[in-house]
């Protein structure tokens, strides 16, 4: 694996209102969805991109529209015209990079998990702190309004109290020589997919008197990967004394991204509440009466792009939820707790 490196360069200050200055690691499938497209979409300058394969990175730039390709992930991380990196690296290879990019001075747009486990999101968030840079996990669904929606059903009291918290996460199984698959670059099906449930049981921490808890997991490992989750299903308590199950699984036969919240009056669902720009439906269940609200199709990572804008434009805001190094490590220290339950141990660390 290749070491980071350690910069001092800083990048030059943000102008308030201009575009985002973009550089992206890698050429994973998921950049085009998740960054380039949304970065047009909304008006954002793609500066750089860098991969270990150049050719791999010289077709995304000519796709893209990316204004230039470096050799290295360090060219990049030295290119001044940077100011936010996006890594869409194997999650084990994200901490390395992500703070090789912070100690250059560049804010951080992460893939999630950030991290391969908590001890290496703490270290990258001690590095931001003392560059004074944003780090920000790519819990992109967080800024839709369908999961808004649903927070504000529970807020509102429509839903009477909390009881259960049901999160399903399914998709096919990956080839098998996908990262996903590896141990060694953070593999697993709660790395991949659970994560997200989690961190939206943490979202709802101010409605129900705190963080979750992990009760209990079972975990399935692949047969030819040991200590890869192809299942794993966590039980959790919420201080409100409410439950919650997170279901992850890579090996069904369609893709599946539900969240239902159950209270004491109503429940409420989202079909699609990782990817609503799918299927925006929130269907809410009070008494005899059912309803179907449609929150809109426009892209969660166009809202993630907007949120981020605001925040290295303007600051924090209200509106927008908490993603920073100090979120990270808190989600990452659940999913550590899932994976000690269900007797498989964290992703190596590799900090």
């Known amino acids: 694996m290749t070491s980071a490196p350690e910069p001092t360069t800083s990048g030059p200050p943000s102008t308030a209102g201009a575009p985002l200055r973009l550089?992206?690691?890698?050429?994973?499938?998921?950049?085009?969805?998740?960054?380039?497209?949304?970065?047009?979409r909304t008006g954002h300058r793609l500066v750089a991109v860098a991969a270990r394969d150049r050719a791999r990175a010289q077709g995304l730039a000519d796709r893209a529209g990316v204004d230039r390709v470096h050799g290295s992930y360090e060219e990049l991380l030295a290119d001044d015209d940077v100011e936010v990196v996006y890594d869409p690296l194997p999650n084990a290879l994200h901490g390395t990079w992500n703070l090789a990019a912070v100690r250059a001075g560049r804010h951080v747009l992460t893939e999630k998990p950030s991290t391969a486990c908590a001890a290496d999101a703490r270290a990258v968030r001690d590095a931001a702190a003392v560059a004074g840079v944003h780090v920000v996990e790519a819990f992109?669904?967080?800024?839709?309004?369908?999961?808004?929606?649903?927070?504000?059903?529970?807020?509102?009291?429509?839903?009477?109290?909390?009881?259960?918290?049901?999160?399903?996460?399914?998709?096919?199984?990956?080839?098998?020589?996908?990262?996903?698959?590896?141990?060694?670059?953070?593999?697993?099906?709660?790395?991949?997919?659970?994560?997200?449930?989690l961190r939206t049981l943490r979202e709802l921490a101010p409605l129900v008197g705190g963080e979750p808890v992990v009760t209990g997991a079972r975990a399935v490992e692949h047969p030819d990967h040991p200590g890869v989750d192809a299942e794993l299903v966590a039980d959790l308590a919420l201080p409100s004394g409410a439950t919650a199950v997170v279901r992850s699984?890579?090996?069904?036969?369609?893709?599946?991204?539900?969240?239902?919240?159950?209270?004491?009056?109503?429940?409420?669902?989202?079909?699609?509440?990782?990817?609503?720009?799918?299927?925006?439906r929130v269907v809410v269940r009070v008494g005899d009466d059912e309803r179907t609200e449609h929150l809109g199709t426009r892209s969660s990572y166009d809202h993630q792009l907007d949120a981020l804008a605001r925040l290295l434009r303007e600051g924090p805001s209200a509106q927008d939820p908490d993603l920073g190094a100090d979120d990270a490590v808190a989600t990452m220290e659940l999913v550590d707790a899932c994976y000690a339950a269900a007797g498989l141990g964290t992703r190596p660390a590799v900090l």
């Open 23 to 40: 550089g992206v690691l890698g050429a994973a499938r998921i950049t085009e969805e998740a960054l380039t497209e949304p970065a047009r």
């Open 140 to 197: 992109h669904h967080l800024h839709h309004p369908v999961h808004r929606r649903l927070v504000e059903l529970l807020a509102s009291g429509e839903l009477g109290e909390l009881r259960r918290v049901e999160v399903e996460m399914l998709v096919p199984a990956p080839g098998d020589d996908d990262p996903r698959w590896s141990l060694e670059l953070g593999g697993g099906a709660l790395m991949d997919l659970g994560c997200y449930g």
């Open 249 to 280: 699984r890579m090996g069904g036969d369609d893709v599946v991204f539900s969240c239902r919240l159950v209270g004491s009056r109503g429940e409420a669902t989202a079909p699609c509440f990782v990817k609503p720009q799918w299927d925006d």
